[in-house]
């Protein structure tokens, strides 16, 4: 009888002992390998839970990103593209291994064959503590917290700090699965081998091999172009893992959450309507493509931050959507490199204070807002979000067109901000240029066309400043020692006030520019000598000033004789601030026209330009006229009331005649 020892190898226990190994390392794929746990003041008692594996970071990611953002760490998403890209197909690899080394002849063979299951858990771990430590060591300067936290010491496994911040990370189930794999795949290593299957079972082991190539690919799967139509699952089809889904026409009325890049497009008619409750489509993945669809009815919430679409990570573009019935219309948090173009955007039938933003850019840099159109919101923020370009986008009857925060080396051109609370407010910045924009008709006790307020490096070159209550407003402007501020060849033309400086702007330059028809055209706030510290003229070229008198000897475009602003009413105003309740009234009209009649008293001027233009230096951008429909009202209301009126004369002749 033959002994236990000469016996040959059991297939059934070999066979087993693979097809466990195998199954555990695909299901570690679905696990998390590693966890980090965080607990910071904002959140209370809660605990955030980041749960990282092949597949990339789920769970509290956008809180937690939110956090980082503080301190100038990258979100989450944006770290280990390639090893997330080539996870599935390297855990598939393993797996064919695995089935594989039972039947080979060689142990060499065999070690070779575990080798990869035994390393996957080491390069795993020391993967994540390579791009922890990266995500700290290059940590944006522009953070708010970026100064107050200066160091940080990340662990792999353990707990640390990042601020108020508390850190823990531990080993998930995933990296545990993986070491059962590796323990078994050890133990197939040094067992005796099979012997080579014969063709039916090639053939059923290359079946078992494909399908778990296949369950870990499903986490990757790429289901190429679907069309969805009315009363089908929008959400379903991206869930599959459709790269593009493509709209028929009609209403689909579904909340979206899309979880993975893909495109959403729509054909003429597709309308995504979120019934008024909550955000309509979340953008969580990066890359992904909204085009050519209606967006409509979110909810309500402050609280909830309800937007038509709210975007969660970088590289999102959307074209041609057209937004409605919205709190907040494009809210992008932590979005770099989003593109928002050609789309129109209305807010909800609110009064001012009570709507959403139409487009709120929060910590996302190197976006762009190309050609857009946003009606009836509060405002469209950029705030804490650098290196963003604004081109051609209309803003009208919001609050603020461009209310602009902490945000540094943007460049706004040929937008239009017309019936706005204010125009454009540009405030804690550096690096901004406004070119061959229009501010216009913005009304109101506290109304300008272009605010700026503490910041350095800002010029403001060939724009249009028309009908607004103040058309320019500089307060701390340059902020700092070397900053510039320029302001050339601008029209500022029909506002109640051209320019108003706060004492604290010394160091701005005005030059080439045309002030036409302002009631008054430089105000100094504060001190009659607010303006001494800034330059009416550049290169030998002031300004043209409508109501200055000039005198051009050598018919060089340039006056002799200098501008001044001055206002004998405005003096006695400083030495009697009563009478500044009377300012802009006839009586004090009156005063200013007695003093240039009979100029007794010398009156130190607010500002002079000591080389006044004799004719205003239009360009094609400022000598245009673009303003929808209410450029015509004026005159067509005065032309009604001198037929009115002439009617009434006409009457009254006949009646009394």
């Given at each position: 009888m033959a002994t236990n020892e000469s016996r040959g190898p059991d297939p059934v226990a070999?066979?087993?002992?693979?097809?466990?190994?195998?199954?555990?390392?695909?299901?570690?794929?679905?696990?998390?390998?590693?966890?980090?746990?965080?607990?910071?003041?904002?959140?209370?008692?809660?605990?955030?839970?980041?749960?990282?594996?092949?597949?990339?970071?789920?769970?509290?990611?956008?809180?937690?990103?939110?956090?980082?953002?503080?301190?100038?760490?990258?979100?989450?998403?944006?770290?280990?593209?390639?090893?997330?890209?080539?996870?599935p197909w390297g855990v598939a690899l393993v797996i064919a291994l695995l089935v594989a080394v039972p039947f080979l002849q060689r142990r060499r063979a065999r070690l070779l064959a575990v080798a990869p299951v035994l390393v996957l858990p080491v390069f795993f771990c020391a993967d994540v503590a390579y791009w922890t430590q990266q995500s700290v060591d290059h940590r944006s300067p522009d953070a708010a917290l970026e100064l107050t936290v200066t160091r940080i010491e990340t662990k792999l496994f353990g707990q640390?700090?990042?601020?108020?911040?508390?850190?823990?990370?531990?080993?998930?189930?995933?990296?545990?699965?993986?070491?059962?794999?590796?323990?078994?795949?050890?133990?197939?290593?040094?067992?005796?081998?099979?012997?080579?299957?014969?063709?039916?079972?090639?053939?059923?082991?290359?079946?078992?091999?494909?399908?778990?190539?296949?369950?870990?690919?499903?986490?990757?799967?790429?289901?190429?172009?679907?069309?969805?139509?009315?009363?089908q699952s929008i959400q379903a089809a991206l869930d599959a893992g459709a790269d593009a889904v493509v709209l028929a026409p009609g209403v689909y009325r579904e909340p979206l959450t899309i979880r993975r890049a893909a495109a959403l497009r729509g054909e003429p008619g597709a309308v995504i309507d979120g019934g008024g409750a909550g955000t309509v489509v979340r953008i969580q993945a990066p890359g992904v493509a909204l085009e050519s669809l209606t967006i409509r009815g979110s909810g309500?919430?402050?609280?909830?931050?309800?937007?038509?679409?709210?975007?969660?990570?970088?590289?999102?573009?959307?074209?041609?959507?057209?937004?409605?019935?919205a709190l907040f219309g494009v809210f992008a948090l932590q979005a770099d490199g989003c593109?928002?173009?050609?789309?129109?955007?209305?807010?909800?039938?609110?009064?001012?204070?009570?709507?959403?933003?139409?487009?709120?850019?929060?910590?996302?840099?190197?976006?762009?807002?190309?050609?857009?159109?946003?009606?009836?919101?509060?405002?469209?923020?950029?705030?804490?979000?650098?290196?963003?370009v604004v081109e051609d986008n209309l803003v009208r009857r919001s609050r603020y067109g461009l209310h602009y925060m902490y945000s540094d080396r943007n460049t706004f051109r040929r937008n239009r901000f017309e019936d706005d609370e204010v125009g454009a407010a540009i405030m804690y910045s550096r690096g901004i240029t406004l070119e061959e924009n229009a501010f216009s008709f913005s009304t109101g006790p506290a109304a300008y066309g272009l605010l700026?307020?503490?910041?350095?490096?800002?010029?403001?070159?060939?724009?249009?400043?028309?009908?607004?209550?103040g058309a320019l407003f500089f307060d701390g402007v340059p902020q700092s020692r070397g900053g510039r501020a320029e302001v050339e060849g601008n029209l500022v033309a029909r506002n109640d006030v051209g320019v108003t400086l706060q004492?604290?702007?010394?160091?701005?330059?005005?030059?080439?520019?045309?002030?036409?028809?302002?009631?008054?055209?430089?105000?100094?706030?504060?001190?009659?000598?607010?303006?001494?510290?800034?330059?009416?003229?550049?290169?030998?070229?002031?300004?043209?000033?409508?109501?200055?008198?000039?005198?051009?000897?050598?018919?060089?475009?340039?006056?002799?004789l200098p501008y001044r602003a001055e206002s004998t009413y405005e003096a006695l105003a400083d030495r009697v601030p009563e009478l500044a309740f009377f300012a802009g009234s006839p009586a004090a009209d009156a005063v200013d026209a007695a003093a240039r009649l009979?100029?007794?008293?010398?009156?130190?001027?607010?500002?002079?330009?000591?080389?006044?233009?004799?004719?205003?230096?239009?360009?094609?951008?400022?000598?245009?006229?673009?303003?929808?429909?209410?450029?015509?009202?004026?005159?067509?209301?005065?032309?009604?009331?001198?037929?009115?009126?002439?009617?009434?004369?006409?009457l009254g002749r006949r009646v009394l005649g």
């Open positions: 070999s066979l087993t002992l693979a097809a466990v190994a195998a199954v555990a390392l695909a299901a570690s794929f679905f696990l998390p390998w590693w966890v980090m746990r965080t607990n910071a003041p904002q959140y209370g008692q809660r605990t955030l839970e980041v749960l990282v594996g092949p597949r990339g970071p789920v769970g509290d990611t956008f809180e937690v990103d939110t956090l980082g953002h503080y301190v100038g760490i990258a979100p989450m998403s944006s770290l280990a593209g390639f090893e997330r890209a080539v996870a640390y700090e990042v601020g108020q911040f508390k850190v823990r990370t531990s080993a998930g189930d995933g990296l545990r699965m993986v070491g059962l794999a590796g323990l078994i795949a050890v133990g197939l290593a040094f067992s005796r081998p099979l012997r080579p299957p014969g063709r039916g079972l090639r053939r059923r082991a290359a079946q078992v091999a494909m399908a778990g190539v296949a369950l870990v690919a499903a986490g990757r799967s790429e289901a190429g172009e679907v069309r969805v139509r009315p009363g309500d919430s402050y609280d909830r931050e309800d937007a038509a679409v709210r975007v969660e990570a970088p590289g999102a573009r959307l074209s041609r959507v057209v937004i409605e019935d593109v928002v173009e050609r789309s129109e955007i209305s807010g909800k039938p609110l009064p001012v204070p009570r709507r959403g933003d139409g487009i709120r850019l929060w910590y996302s840099h190197g976006c762009r807002l190309i050609g857009n159109v946003v009606r009836d919101s509060r405002d469209v923020v950029i705030w804490y979000s650098s290196d963003t700026v307020k503490d910041a350095d490096d800002v010029f403001i070159r060939r724009n249009r400043f028309i009908a607004n209550s004492p604290s702007s010394r160091g701005l330059r005005f030059w080439d520019n045309a002030f036409l028809g302002n009631r008054e055209q430089v105000v100094v706030q504060g001190t009659a000598s607010g303006a001494d510290g800034n330059a009416w003229a550049s290169g030998g070229r002031g300004n043209y000033w409508s109501d200055a008198v000039v005198y051009d000897a050598d018919g060089d475009g340039v006056s002799e009979f100029p007794i008293f010398a009156v130190r001027p607010r500002m002079e330009d000591p080389h006044p233009l004799v004719s205003p230096p239009l360009t094609d951008w400022t000598a245009s006229r673009d303003v929808e429909a209410r450029s015509a009202v004026l005159p067509l209301t005065s032309a009604g009331l001198l037929a009115l009126a002439g009617a009434g004369a006409w």
